[in-house]
């Protein structure tokens, strides 16, 4: 689970670097690679990250 985590996560870094990057240039395709970064980083990144936070939370606790 935690190589899934970190894939995801690089991934969306990098669309997002990328999409800052191709703004900054103003190249075609900066608003798409914001919006997949993003989108990617709130739809399964930060759930993801969140609920391994919270099981090892929960067992070190116990």
Excluded: C, D, N
């Excluded at 914001?34 to 990617?40: A, H, M, Q, S």
């Excluded at 391994?52 to 067992?59: E, G």
Aim: charged share 10%.
């Amino acid at each position: 689970m935690k190589s899934i985590t970190f894939v995801i996560g690089s991934i969306s870094a990098i669309a997002i670097v990328l999409g800052i990057l191709f703004s900054i240039l103003h190249w075609k395709g900066a608003s798409m690679l914001l919006l997949v970064g993003l989108g990617t980083t709130a739809i399964f990144f930060i759930p993801i990250l969140t609920l391994q936070m919270y099981k090892k939370y929960k067992l070190a606790k116990v």
